[in-house]
């Protein structure tokens, strides 16, 4: 009996384990196996815009189903960004969930067949008549994870983009003007480097060198660039003359001091902190910093679209997603189309959040205004181009990478040119391949 | 097994003389301390049999991971490795990392063990020598992670406590310490000696205390200085002891993780890349989980080749030790 016994834990715990990782070979989409919860995980602060309009859009939500109840569990982005593909396999996953829009992220889950097609409810319920252009081309993604194409896969319910924040106390201090094209912007850095300030705010260790490199791209390429950089339109050649002459003169403003030599490990904080106590006059990165910046920086400041340009660095914000194992997915396609109303977006707009279909007049603080006027304006003209690392997974690292070899001198354009393209073209077959 | 418990029941039931002899030919001593292995074998494959067994077997698919399919690579995975320029960097740097947490540590703490025990132990108290242990010691019990914010700080290019003393002296343009890839490594080298430090200079007092004094007393005696002494007395002593600081201490190394993560994340340039941060970016950030685990296979086979290798060394010393007595 012992021996059996034995036997016995042996095998249960073999089968535990295997539990543990076995397939679960449940088919989403189809009705809703729970109809009394909504579970919902997301990484936004109470205090963000986003927390609050959310907080609103859930309010809605209970007043309009008293029968539910609605969980809402805190995450935070490293934990669902690493976590996501091992813990959506199993059953414990969430109604709806805020995930990172992209090829690397989202469309990796699509692709990976762990989350719920939403081209049905989009249609129905008009997200796809609110949401257009650049906008829609983050909710789609192909069978091979690609965005622009295919089912509807998530739903945005805010923006971001990359503009210029400056410190208008120096630009006044030194007679600057607000450029408007590139040449402006340079006279004014050259400007500021002669009277010994380092213009440019910057981070080589981290995401904004990458980001000033794609602006310097789009400003000198187009919309066919973008598609074929980020959707695989057609093959790149990164010695191009709109990427060579944007690698050129990222490297001329290195070499002119226009950025700190010693940027190179330094991270998006130290570039944030350096702005905000005015060490430099210019810093070019996100809408994200918007809330930050109006809480900390002492000085007048203000922002503006990188001059110039009709492209920005940008994109719909983080999606709504229903995961495949969801139980209730028809009460979460519910939830996100209360996140799209007029009552949810200006909650958005008030705090500054770029909502994706909002109205900037409503808003009475001033900054608020300009940078949601501002982001209004890339919408209008169609012009978010996304961000640097999204075509292939793990391009951030190389982007990283290959721009701090610039920063430290240890290699020409043309070399950072080759390994972008050579990293870039291995992600992209590898991605082709399925 | 349950085969045998069947012939055991029937060998009793038979009841015969011989029977009973079988039974107890079969049945040693320390069968019956089988079930008390069994927690320890559960936990033994759960944690770590079984996912050793699945990394190897999705070492040979190339998977993006989540209920993507899988598809078989064979040793597709392995063969591009050999081929990976980052690959043979990371196992480089595991050699710097070798220098930083075993070789230097090691070193440089037999000697302060000894000078701690044998003259500021002697000369001031014992007391002096504990409190000395114990700030040595300190950096291994910090979280890394705290340990890596505050270096970072130390460290930082621009607004780092280093930086700013060296400006302070003069130095127009002070090494940019983490940013360039030719300080990066030995940077990190530095920190990982600091945190490593304490490590042997506990073991090896401890092993110290072991010493039989008068071995001291007799070569002061015969004229032995402070160095003839701790080479003669001190170092063959407590080999045992730097035998499994060696082998705890490169273990470690060649899989150290969490200081590369907080300090660099293997830049810049890919000058600080380990074994263990290049498996996890293929397997988390370009979701190649197929060639981080070929990654993570290799690093396994290479730390059991090596451990295999410092505990023959050490059998081989304690037999060689055992026959000159």
């Known amino acids: 009996m012992k021996h059996k016994r034995t036997m016995t834990a042996v095998a249960a715990a073999m089968a535990g384990a295997l539990a543990l990782t076995g397939c679960t070979g449940q088919s989403g989409g189809g009705g809703d196996t729970d109809d009394s919860t909504l579970t919902i995980w997301h990484y936004e602060n109470e205090d963000s815009a986003m927390g609050k309009a959310w907080a609103e859009a859930i309010k809605i939500f209970e007043e309009e189903n008293p029968d539910v109840t609605v969980d809402v569990e805190k995450q935070t982005f490293e934990q669902i960004q690493k976590n996501a593909k091992i813990v959506l396999t199993g059953d414990d996953v969430p109604d709806v969930m805020e995930f990172n829009k992209g090829n690397a992220t989202a469309g990796q889950l699509a692709a990976q067949g762990l989350l719920t097609p939403l081209t049905d409810a989009a249609t129905e319920r008009g997200w796809d008549e609110k949401l257009t252009g650049s906008l829609a081309t983050t909710a789609t993604y192909d069978e091979q994870g690609r965005m622009g194409s295919g089912e509807w896969y998530g739903v945005p319910n805010y923006g971001e983009f990359v503009g210029v924040y400056y410190n208008k106390d120096m630009f006044a201090e030194h007679g600057l003007e607000v450029p408007t094209n590139l040449d402006e912007l340079e006279d004014v850095l050259a400007a500021f480097k002669k009277e010994g300030i380092t213009p440019l705010a910057e981070a080589g260790a981290e995401y904004p060198l990458g980001q000033l490199w794609y602006e310097l791209v789009l400003a000198y390429g187009d919309r066919a660039l973008v598609d074929d950089y980020q959707l695989f339109a057609n093959d790149v050649d990164f010695h191009n003359d709109a990427m060579t002459k944007a690698t050129e003169k990222l490297d001329e403003w290195i070499e002119k001091g226009y950025i700190a030599s010693d940027s190179a490990a330094l991270t998006a904080e130290d570039m944030g902190v350096s702005f905000i106590d005015g060490t430099y006059p210019l810093m070019v990165s996100g809408s994200w910093w918007f809330g930050r910046l109006a809480t900390e920086v002492e000085a007048d400041w203000g922002q503006f679209n990188f001059p110039g340009n009709t492209l920005h660095t940008g994109s719909s914000g983080n999606l709504w997603v229903v995961p495949a194992n969801a139980d209730s997915p028809s009460l979460a396609e519910e939830f996100i189309d209360i996140t799209l109303r007029p009552e949810v977006q200006n909650v958005l707009a008030a705090e500054g959040g770029l909502p994706v279909a909002g109205d900037a007049s409503v808003i009475e603080d001033e900054r608020t205004r300009e940078l949601t006027e501002n982001f209004q304006a890339i919408l209008d003209a169609d012009g978010l181009a996304f961000y640097p690392d999204w075509p292939v997974a793990g391009y951030y690292d190389v982007i990283v990478s290959e721009l701090q070899s610039l920063v430290n001198r240890s290699k020409t354009p043309d070399e950072v040119l080759d390994g972008l393209q050579s990293s870039y073209d291995e992600g992209k077959a590898d991605l082709l391949d399925g | ?325």
């Not at chain 2, 621009?158 to 060296?166: D, M, P, S, V, Y």
């Not at chain 2, 310490?177 to 300080?183: Q, R, V």
């Not at chain 2, 205390?209 to 002061?220: F, G, I, K, N």
């Open chain 2, 1 to 325: 097994m349950a085969d045998s418990t069947l012939t055991e029941r029937r060998s009793r039931a038979s009841g015969g003389p011989r029977a009973q002899g079988g039974t107890r030919r079969r049945r040693p001593d320390w069968v019956g301390y089988l079930p008390y292995l069994l927690p320890g074998a559960i936990a033994f494959i759960v944690v770590i049999g079984y996912p050793l067994v699945t990394n190897v077997y999705f070492s040979l698919f190339k998977w993006r991971g989540g209920m993507a399919p899988l598809r078989w690579n064979g040793l597709g995975n392995y063969a591009d490795l050999m081929g990976d320029d980052k690959f043979w960097t990371s196992f480089g740097n595991s050699l710097a990392m070798i220098v930083a947490m075993v070789l230097v540590p090691t070193l440089l703490g037999l000697v302060l063990a000894a000078v701690l025990f044998d003259y500021l132990g002697r000369r001031f108290g014992a007391q002096v020598s504990s409190v000395l242990r114990a700030t040595y010691y300190l950096p291994q019990i910090l979280p890394v992670a705290v340990a890596g914010v505050l270096w970072n700080w130390i460290l930082n290019s621009q607004t780092g406590a280093l930086n700013e003393i060296l400006r302070g002296m003069g130095i127009a343009s002070p090494p940019n310490w983490l940013g360039d890839p030719t300080t990066a490594l030995p940077s990190v080298m530095l920190v990982l000696i600091w945190v490593q430090m304490g490590y042997p200079v506990v073991i090896f007092m401890a092993a110290l205390q072991r010493v039989d004094p008068e071995l001291y007393e007799a070569a002061e005696l015969d004229g032995a200085g402070w160095w003839d002494r701790f080479r003669a007395i001190t170092v063959p002593q407590i080999r045992p002891e730097t035998f499994v600081v060696t082998l705890t201490c490169t273990v470690a190394a060649l899989k150290v993780f969490g200081p590369i993560y907080v300090l660099t994340r293997g830049g810049p340039e890919s000058s600080t890349l380990v074994p263990s941060y290049y498996s996890y970016l293929s397997f988390f950030d370009k979701s190649q989980v197929g060639y981080g685990s070929a990654i993570a296979t290799v690093l396994t086979l290479v730390i059991v080749v090596v451990a295999v290798i410092i505990l023959g060394l050490q059998n081989r010393a304690e037999r060689r030790e055992r026959e000159g007595i």
